[in-house]
Nanobody
């Protein structure tokens, strides 16, 4: 079975940085689009960034220039480097694997709290 497990969340001050990781087991991620989403209490799940199998990256407007998505296919890992964090970045962050012909797989999320 395909499993995604996020880690690296925690409490950080505004302006700080955090790196999230997503470990995938049960399948290779090399041919899949990988992405990050986030969800705050009472809000819809929001797309953050994704990365294609070829390494092309895309970011939501509010994350552009602050966040960097990366993948390590050899280790079956996905990462999100978050810099210049703001209070409105506070959310549960979810890793997503998108596979053509199969659908999407999700992790359980990791909490990021940006607060003084």
């Amino acid at each position: 079975q395909v499993r995604l497990v996020e880690s690296g969340g925690g409490l950080v001050q505004p302006g700080g940085s955090l790196r999230l990781s997503c470990a995938v087991s049960g399948t290779s991620i090399s041919g899949d689009v990988m992405g990050w989403f986030r969800q705050s209490p009472g809000q819809q799940r929001e797309w953050v960034a994704n990365i294609t199998p070829g390494g092309v990256t895309n970011y939501a407007d509010s994350m552009t220039g602050r966040f960097t998505i990366a993948r390590d296919n050899a280790e079956n890992m996905l990462y999100l480097q978050m810099n210049s964090l703001r209070s409105d970045d506070t959310a549960v962050y979810y890793c997503q694997l998108s596979r053509a012909g199969s659908g999407e797989y999700w992790g359980q999320g990791t909490q990021v709290t940006v607060s003084s």
